[in-house]
């Protein structure tokens, strides 16, 4: 079974920054794109970046180069988000979410649950 | 890089109807454009594919259709169980999704 499981909620303050966390499992991780998109209280999604495992190649949005980097650990078949100089702005529910690269075009076929950040001082 | 128009922002429909939400680009995204459908405290669900396609395990009564800069989604006979928020996505460029669509039953 495939399963995203992502890491729980997170309360941060101004400034500062996060890391989330994306374990997968139920498939080979290095033959999927890891994605990551936002989702802001009462706002649609928006597609962060991805990242290809297999060999680390990153694909971001404009609007989030130099907020967000998108590691992986392939030992532990994980992706990973890091957020710097978090703001109000920054507060949403963040989702990974993996893509095949050879099937186009390219769904986002498996969703991981969803981490909250908060960013309040 | 390519908006994407989603219309109506909310729609309130009666059990057993068929409702269509439609989704433009700013310009031709050759049938690149997928449907995913977000129901309340849930994770997004991927609906339709390569505009037309049905997801795996998704009711047939959702169907998809479109080409060049305009898309929609039909869903007939309404359940219930399709109240959530409708998201069309462009992959042509940088997967940029429409601004949703929220689905309610009257």
């Known amino acids: 079974e495939v399963q995203l499981q992502q890491s729980g909620p997170e309360l941060v303050k101004p400034g500062t920054s996060v890391k989330i966390s994306c374990k997968t499992s139920?498939?080979?991780?290095?033959?999927?794109?890891m994605h990551w998109v936002k989702q802001s209280h009462g706002k649609s999604l928006e597609w962060i970046g991805s990242?290809?495992?297999?060999?680390?190649?990153?694909s971001y949005n404009q609007k989030f180069k130099g907020k967000a980097t998108l590691p992986v650990d392939k030992s532990s078949s994980t992706a990973y988000m890091e957020l710097r100089s978090l703001t109000s702005d920054d507060s949403a529910v963040y989702y990974c979410?993996?893509?095949?690269?050879?099937?186009?075009?390219?769904?986002?076929?498996?969703w991981g649950q969803g981490t909250s950040v908060t960013v309040s001082s | 890089d390519i908006q994407m128009t989603q219309s109506p922002a909310s729609l309130s429909a009666s059990v057993g109807e068929t409702v269509t939400i439609t989704c433009g680009a700013s310009?031709?995204?050759?049938?690149?454009l997928n449907w995913y459908q977000r129901k309340q405290g849930k994770s997004p669900q991927l609906l339709i594919y390569?505009?037309?396609n049905l997801a795996d395990g998704m009711s047939s009564r959702f169907s998809g259709s479109g080409s060049g800069r305009q898309y929609s989604l039909k869903i007939s006979s309404l359940h219930p169980d399709d109240v959530a928020t409708y998201y069309c996505?462009?992959?042509?460029?940088?997967?940029?999704f429409g601004g949703g669509t929220k689905l309610e039953i009257k």
């Open positions: 390569g505009a037309t």
């Open positions: 990242i290809n495992p297999k060999n680390g190649v990153t």
């Open positions: 310009e031709n995204i050759y049938g690149a």
């Open positions: 996505q462009n992959v042509l460029s940088t997967y940029t």
């Open positions: 979410a993996r893509v095949d690269d050879g099937y186009y075009p390219y769904p986002m076929d498996y």
């Open positions: 139920g498939f080979i991780f290095t033959e999927y794109t």
